[in-house]
């Protein structure tokens, strides 16, 4: 499974920024789909993941009510949009995928930078 991510870019704070993941390969085997993120200096957290088959979320706490998981109309697409973005969001943001046979795959990332 590759994974490559884009929507990364500079914005202000406040402002939106929507991030894709575009998954390939053996695509039918992915079970769940997540976003990361890490800043400078500080380890790999968990944004938000998503169920690919039943849409179930979960979000981490500084995500809920301003970013939000969604799948593509297509299957191997996910989607992070994030609301009312803070300096503090900025970091490089990773695109994750579980399989059914319990491998991970990560993506190369997209840098988000947000300017106060």
């Known amino acids: 499974v590759q994974l490559v991510e884009s929507g990364g870019g500079l914005v202000q704070a406040g402002g939106s920024m929507r991030l894709s993941c575009a998954a390939s390969?053996?695509?039918?085997?992915?079970?769940?789909m997540g976003w990361y993120r890490q800043a400078p200096g500080k380890q790999r957290e968990v944004v938000a993941a998503?169920?690919?088959?039943?849409?179930?979320?979960n979000y981490a706490d500084f995500a809920k009510g301003r970013f939000t998981i969604s799948r593509g109309d297509v299957k191997n697409t996910m989607y992070l949009q994030m609301n009312s973005l803070k300096p503090e969001d900025t970091a490089v943001y990773y695109c994750?995928?579980?399989?059914?046979?319990?491998?991970?795959?990560w993506g190369q990332g997209t840098q988000v930078t947000v300017s106060s």
């Open positions: 998503i169920t690919i088959g039943g849409g179930n979320t």
């Open positions: 390969g053996s695509t039918f085997s992915i079970n769940v």
């Open positions: 994750k995928a579980w399989l059914l046979t319990y491998e991970e795959y």
